[in-house]
């Protein structure tokens, strides 16, 4: 799938409800690109938000998030291969030692 088309689908209501509540006849914004307007539309706090922790936010959205039952199922693989990992490392650990006292320290 093509970015614009995930960006702007087809039969979207989200576009549909946009484009009847923008009013007809009116220029796009002047302001420069790059930079963005209040989205709030209101002063204070909200006019001090780094433009960063917008995108940021922005991009979380964008997120496919996995289910609750795909993240239970990855955590139990991840342990599993862990401990697996573990077992097996612990265990050429005790051959080395062995070797090693039965070699080298005798």
Do not use: C
Request: no cysteine; charged share 25%; proline share 6%.
């Amino acid at each position: 799938m093509s970015r614009a088309l995930r960006r702007h689908p087809q039969g979207s209501k989200r576009k549909r409800r946009q484009r009847d509540v923008k009013p007809q006849g009116i220029s796009p914004s002047t302001r420069p690109q790059g930079q963005r307007e209040n989205s709030s539309g209101r002063g204070g706090f909200s006019a001090l938000r780094p433009t960063w922790a917008l995108d940021i936010i922005g991009e979380l959205r964008k997120v496919s998030w996995p289910s609750a039952a795909d993240t239970r199922y990855l955590t139990m693989v991840v342990i599993i291969v862990g401990a697996a990992f573990a077992v097996f490392l612990g265990g050429v650990d005790i051959f080395f030692n062995w070797f090693i006292e039965n070699t080298l320290l005798r």
